[in-house]
Nanobody, 119 residues
Framework: QVQLVESGGGLVQPGGSLRLSCAAS????????MGWYRQAPGKQRELVAS???????NYGDSVKGRFTISRDNVKNLVYLQMNSLKSEDTAVYYC?????????????WGQGTQVTVSS
């Protein structure tokens, strides 16, 4: 049974930092690209950042230079370090695992963690 469990969300003031974690189980973690997506109320889910099994990263334009994705292939964890947070970063953040080129049958999602940026 595949499980992706996010943690680390919460309330933070503008300009602050948070680190999200996603623990994966039930998959061969080293074979999967890992990603963070977010969805704000009334908006579509969007890519925040992704990292391949080899460590290549990709970021959404709105978070470049502020967020950093990383992974620990021994502990089956993926992290999202979020700095200089803005109110527009408020959303539910989801962890995703997928296999490049193998289609949606290999897509897995976590349940999401709320991030609220507000003073």
């Amino acid at each position: 049974q595949v499980q992706l469990v996010e943690s680390g969300g919460g309330l933070v003031q503008p300009g602050g930092s948070l680190r999200l974690s996603c623990a994966a189980s039930g998959i061969f973690f080293n074979l999967y690209r890992m990603g963070w997506y977010r969805q704000a109320p009334g908006k579509q889910r969007e890519l925040v950042a992704s990292i391949t099994r080899a460590g290549s990263t990709n970021y959404g334009d709105s978070v470049k230079g502020r967020f950093t994705i990383s992974r620990d292939n021994v502990k089956n964890l993926v992290y999202l370090q979020m700095n200089s947070l803005k109110s527009e970063d408020t959303a539910v953040y989801y962890c995703k695992a997928d296999r490049l080129g193998l289609g949606p049958d290999y897509d897995y999602w976590g349940q999401g963690t709320q991030v609220t940026v507000s003073s």
